[in-house]
């Protein structure tokens, strides 16, 4: 199956700090790519669809101030938790469809746990 | 509102034995169908897909679809410990025919393999 890779896959910080989070496609290019948060045993959240060269699309209830969503290239894309809170502790998963395989089948990466002290 | 619909669980089946995990989603015009695997603390994995009505076999794992019933299910054969994990159903919100099309899941079956 094809590849996401995730950077870092856990961080620790302080309250009040910035977080970057990068996704990256390894083995296809990808236009779309999408961010979910999990929190212990709950289900997926989507929380923004990341568009390349253009806004992401959250959904609602999610800050887009809060969370920065950046897709410069067709294998890039990243999350900043900005001002990060013991709140925003959990477990943040990206994924991408391959462009040229219709369907809508999604590819996960391996996730980023955040700790927020 | 398009829904996906799984029972939560816990399914416990004995090893060596067939688990059949179900799903229900609302949207008559959905095309494409997703089963994947999430382990306790990992991020979901791809175990299969399927597009037409019918079975569809990939070593122990067959997924089975009956669009007129809204329904679709993943057959583990020979269960084994090692399937123990949360098994999400999967379908596009726009019926898998753009890249962009967010996937909704349903809530999960928790997968219990005991020895």
């Known amino acids: 199956g094809a590849v996401v890779s995730q950077h870092p896959s856990w961080v620790i910080c302080k309250s009040g700090t910035s977080v970057k989070i990068e996704c990256r496609s390894l083995d296809f290019q990808a236009t779309t790519m999408f961010w979910y948060r999990q929190f212990p045993k709950q289900s997926l959240m989507l929380m923004a669809t990341s568009n390349e060269g253009s806004k992401a699309t959250y959904e609602q209830g999610v800050e887009k101030d809060k969370f920065l969503i950046n897709h410069a290239s067709l294998t890039l894309s990243t999350l900043t938790v900005t001002s990060a809170h013991p709140e925003d502790s959990s477990f943040y998963i990206c994924?991408?469809?391959?462009?040229?395989?219709?369907?809508?089948?999604?590819?996960f990466g391996p996730g980023t746990r955040l700790l927020v002290l | 509102q398009k829904e996906v619909e799984q029972n939560s669980g816990p399914l416990s089946v004995p090893e060596g034995a067939i688990a059949s995990l179900n799903c229900t989603y609302s949207d008559r015009g959905s095309q494409s169908f997703f089963w994947y695997r999430q382990y306790s603390g990992k991020s979901p994995e791809l175990i299969m897909s399927?597009?037409?009505?019918g079975d569809k076999e990939d070593g122990r794992f067959t997924a089975q679809l009956n669009k007129a019933s809204q329904y679709v299910s993943l057959l583990i054969r020979d269960s084994q410990p090692s399937d123990s994990a949360t098994y999400l159903c999967?379908?596009?919100?726009?019926?898998?025919?753009?890249?962009?099309?967010?996937?909704?899941f349903g809530s999960g079956t928790r997968l219990s393999i005991r020895p």
């Open positions: 999967a379908v596009p919100s726009e019926g898998g025919y753009s890249s962009a099309s967010k996937i909704i």
């Open positions: 994924s991408a469809n391959r462009d040229r395989l219709i369907r809508g089948t999604q590819y």
């Open positions: 399927i597009y037409s009505n």
